[in-house]
């Protein structure tokens, strides 16, 4: 079964990026053919898979999106070298957002010019980087993909960007069509659950929550009574250590301008995002 999913969430610096270019690598790694693309204005994921000259081209997302329309986008589509196609972000996208504000059903275009043509067809699964605020290309990735991924780091204002994304983005969406939060996923986690430290804060925060634990893969969840147990001092095991933990080759992939599977196949880390590609695939956490 073909899938399409947006990497979203209103909150800049939060592993959007890295979590699409990763999870886009484990679906092609698992035998699939995939399509990344970039609707960030900032073009990490273009310029962090090495194509910073195409995120300045003449060409872009516009000529296939408005109105006048020139090319198709296959015509844009550039092969990665690492089993993953994009479609790249570029430094006029910020007006094509604008631009699509005065079009006629300019919340569907992504869906009708981009993912319905190559879905199934071209492509397995699409994956979709988002903007980190509300508009036009955010509503275009949620109408033409309908299911959702949420990265979260455990910083300041992590929790609150999740409770904004709901209540700014999905509800509002659902009004409109069906919209499947398939997993929310921590990342880039660095402390002991057993320390009143971010990490702790944000997993048992998402643990509590029953419609938001039950969005948790198997590598992020922590039962709450582990930590209960730990608080009383009757944990006697070793220390879990939920979602996708801070790894030095991950951000070094990054720099290295490509996925964390083809810079370090031996990362412990890439186990996570095989599984959150198996999500995309199944549609659901398996728990």
């Known amino acids: 079964m073909s899938r399409a999913v947006s990497v979203c969430l209103l909150k800049g610096g939060i592993g959007k990026s890295t979590t699409s270019i990763n999870l886009a690598r484990e679906l092609a790694h698992r035998g699939s053919d995939v399509l990344l693309v970039d609707l960030d204005p900032n073009g990490h994921t273009t310029t962090g898979l090495g194509f910073g000259e195409e995120f300045y081209s003449?060409?872009?997302?516009?000529?296939?999106?408005?109105?006048?329309?020139?090319?198709?986008?296959?015509?844009?589509?550039?092969?990665?070298?690492?089993?993953?196609?994009?479609?790249?972000?570029?430094?006029?996208?910020?007006?094509?957002?604008?631009?699509?504000?005065?079009?006629?059903?300019?919340?569907?275009?992504?869906?009708?010019?981009?993912?319905?043509?190559?879905?199934?067809?071209?492509?397995?699964?699409?994956?979709?980087?988002?903007?980190?605020?509300?508009?036009?290309?955010?509503?275009?990735?949620?109408?033409?993909?309908?299911?959702?991924?949420?990265?979260?780091?455990?910083?300041?204002?992590a929790l609150s960007g999740l409770e904004k994304t709901v209540k700014r983005l999905i509800t509002p969406a659902r009004e409109h069509f069906d919209l499947e939060i398939l997993a929310v996923v921590p990342t880039d986690l660095r402390d002991r659950i057993d320390h009143d430290r971010p990490t702790r804060r944000l997993v048992e925060a998402l643990v509590s929550k029953p419609n938001i634990a039950s969005k948790l893969p198997n590598f992020a969840y922590t039962d709450p009574d582990v930590f209960e147990a730990i608080d009383d001092g009757e944990w006697d095991g070793d220390l879990p250590k939920p979602g996708i933990r801070h790894r030095s080759a991950i951000d070094a992939s990054i720099r290295e301008h490509m996925p964390l599977r083809d810079y370090d196949s031996?990362?412990?880390?890439?186990?996570?995002?095989?599984?959150?590609?198996?999500?995309?695939?199944?549609g659901e956490v398996a728990r």
């Not at 993953?84 to 079009?103: A, H, K, M, Y």
């Open 266 to 282: 031996t990362c412990d880390q890439l186990a996570c995002y095989d599984e959150l590609a198996q999500i995309v695939e199944e």
């Open 58 to 157: 003449e060409a872009h997302l516009g000529d296939v999106l408005l109105d006048d329309a020139e090319l198709e986008p296959r015509e844009l589509i550039l092969e990665t070298g690492f089993e993953i196609d994009l479609l790249p972000s570029n430094d006029r996208i910020e007006q094509v957002e604008s631009d699509l504000g005065g079009v006629m059903m300019g919340s569907a275009r992504l869906k009708q010019r981009v993912i319905d043509p190559l879905l199934g067809d071209d492509y397995d699964y699409v994956v979709v980087d988002c903007p980190a605020a509300r508009g036009k290309l955010n509503d275009n990735a949620l109408y033409a993909t309908q299911n959702l991924v949420l990265p979260m780091r455990p910083e300041s204002g």
